[in-house]
Nanobody, 126 residues
Framework: QVQLIESGGGLVQAGGSLRLSCAAS????????MGWFRQVPGKEREFVAA????????WYADSVKGRFTISGDNAGNTVYLQMNSLKPEDMAVYYC???????????????????WGQGTQVTVSS
């Protein structure tokens, strides 16, 4: 069992920055891939970024490439999403997710992840 707790969401003006954190605890499962997804009402959950603990490989959605950075701490407990140059279209509930080896290939697919956090709201004002 893995518990994921997100933090760092809030209200920011367009062009501003936020850093989201996802703390993992209670692990009897070793996550291979950590992902960030986002969702707005009425739409499907959307892939944002993913990070591989072993090797540090990262992937990004085209819509956030160059503006967002995903990273993990050395202890292997916390994953971050640094969001810069935020746009109104980035406004959503952001979710952290943990996946096993299957997520290495299907990292864009929310169904590839085994555990999810409760979500944190990001609001961007124009």
């Amino acid at each position: 069992q893995v518990q994921l707790i997100e933090s760092g969401g809030g209200l920011v003006q367009a062009g501003g920055s936020l850093r989201l954190s996802c703390a993992a605890s209670g692990r009897t499962f070793t996550p291979y891939v950590m992902g960030w997804f986002r969702q707005v009402p009425g739409k499907e959950r959307e892939f944002v970024a993913a990070f591989v603990w072993r090797g540090g490989m990262t992937w990004y959605a085209d819509s956030v490439k160059g503006r967002f950075t995903i990273s993990g701490d050395n202890a292997g407990n916390t994953v971050y999403l640094q969001m810069n140059s935020l746009k109104p279209e980035d406004m959503a509930v952001y979710y952290c997710a943990a996946g096993g080896p299957g997520a290495l290939v299907r990292y864009r697919d929310s169904y590839a992840y085994d555990y999810w956090g409760q979500g944190t709201q990001v609001t961007v004002s124009s």
